[in-house]
């Protein structure tokens, strides 16, 4: 990356951590969208940077909020998510290799289909789910985050129906997606696809998304929960829609 790519990307990954220390989640969806509107990266490329720099945002958060974690939510949630991951992952590399625009158009399908969910108030269970409930949603996510290191929005959804503290949810959530990274780091790195040297520049992004972290916490901003997640939601929904048309118009042959 050039000197001002790499400004822009440290840029982005401030905001998206920032977000995600206030919310829960959308580290990976804001990120990802970014970098597929700016071409800042290739999007198999972003994906690892992204992995690393969640699982530094994940494990700065777990350092104080660990004990809050669902253990038993996070264990079934991880059984399923951990075999999908590779199927994800395996269909990024497929598509990436010579379908470009349909892996831009699935991308921009996710993040739309996540904003629109992330912008619905799920309706509060009296009890919590069985536990084929979190296979399932460990599941897609899974999926998720092999293709994009994005498998917060199907967790976000189903965790937040649950009779469950805000802290529990949240450090559960951020439990999970450090394990992900963990785990997708390790495939990148064992199928021999580590981003050149210019591409791990983004590796710089780590200072910054720490601090964003510290922020959050130390100086959230003076607005109800409410609106930050309406202004993720119009964020996303424009980033995606964005993504999304000008890969179909391509496949479709509009220019």
Same mark, same amino acid.
Do not use: C
């Given at each position: 990356?050039?000197?001002?790519?790499?400004?822009?990307?440290?840029? @982005?990954?401030?905001?998206?951590?920032?977000?995600?220390? @206030? &919310?829960?989640?959308? #580290?990976?969806? %804001? /990120?990802?969208?970014?970098?597929?509107? &700016?071409?800042?990266?290739?999007?198999?490329?972003? =994906?690892?940077?992204?992995?690393?720099?969640?699982?530094?945002?994940?494990?700065?958060?777990?350092?104080?909020?660990?004990?809050?974690?669902?253990?038993?939510?996070?264990?079934?949630?991880?059984?399923?998510?951990?075999?999908?991951?590779?199927?994800?992952?395996?269909?990024?590399? +497929?598509?990436?290799? =010579?379908?470009?625009?349909?892996?831009?158009?699935?991308?921009?399908?996710?993040?739309?289909?996540?904003?629109?969910?992330?912008?619905?108030?799920? =309706?509060?269970?009296?009890?919590?789910?069985?536990?084929?409930?979190?296979?399932?949603?460990?599941? %897609?996510?899974?999926?998720?985050?092999?293709?994009?290191?994005?498998?917060?929005?199907? @967790?976000?959804?189903?965790?937040?129906?649950?009779?469950?503290?805000?802290? &529990?949810?949240?450090? /559960?959530?951020?439990?999970?997606?450090?394990?992900?990274?963990?785990?997708?780091?390790?495939?990148?790195?064992?199928?021999?696809?580590?981003?050149?040297?210019?591409?791990? &520049?983004?590796?710089?992004?780590? $200072?910054?998304?720490?601090?964003?972290?510290?922020?959050?916490?130390? +100086?959230? $901003?003076?607005?109800?929960?409410?609106?930050?997640?309406?202004?993720? #939601?119009?964020?996303?929904?424009?980033?995606?829609?964005?993504?999304?048309?000008?890969?179909?118009?391509?496949?479709?042959?509009?220019?």
């Amino acid at each position: 990356m050039s000197p001002g790519e790499l400004i822009g990307f440290l840029a @982005l990954a401030f905001a998206a951590a920032y977000a995600q220390t @206030l &919310t829960g989640f959308a #580290f990976g969806l %804001i /990120t990802m969208g970014g970098v597929g509107l &700016t071409g800042l990266l290739s999007l198999p490329d972003a =994906a690892m940077i992204v992995s690393v720099l969640t699982l530094v945002n994940a494990t700065q958060m777990l350092l104080k909020g660990w004990r809050d974690v669902a253990w038993r939510e996070f264990a079934f949630v991880m059984a399923a998510s951990v075999p999908l991951l590779f199927a994800g992952y395996w269909l990024l590399e +497929w598509l990436a290799d =010579a379908r470009a625009d349909m892996l831009r158009l699935v991308l921009g399908a996710v993040i739309i289909a996540s904003s629109l969910q992330l912008a619905m108030r799920p =309706a509060p269970l009296a009890q919590k789910s069985g536990g084929a409930s979190f296979l399932f949603f460990g599941g %897609i996510a899974g999926l998720m985050g092999g293709m994009f290191s994005t498998a917060g929005p199907p @967790l976000v959804y189903h965790f937040y129906r649950q009779p469950l503290a805000l802290a &529990t949810i949240r450090e /559960t959530l951020v439990g999970v997606f450090a394990l992900n990274a963990v785990f997708r780091i390790g495939l990148v790195a064992f199928s021999g696809n580590l981003p050149g040297p210019s591409t791990l &520049t983004g590796l710089f992004a780590i $200072p910054a998304v720490m601090a964003a972290t510290f922020a959050a916490r130390r +100086w959230p $901003p003076p607005i109800a929960p409410q609106v930050m997640r309406r202004i993720v #939601f119009v964020l996303l929904f424009l980033s995606g829609v964005s993504l999304g048309v000008p890969a179909v118009l391509r496949l479709l042959g509009v220019h």
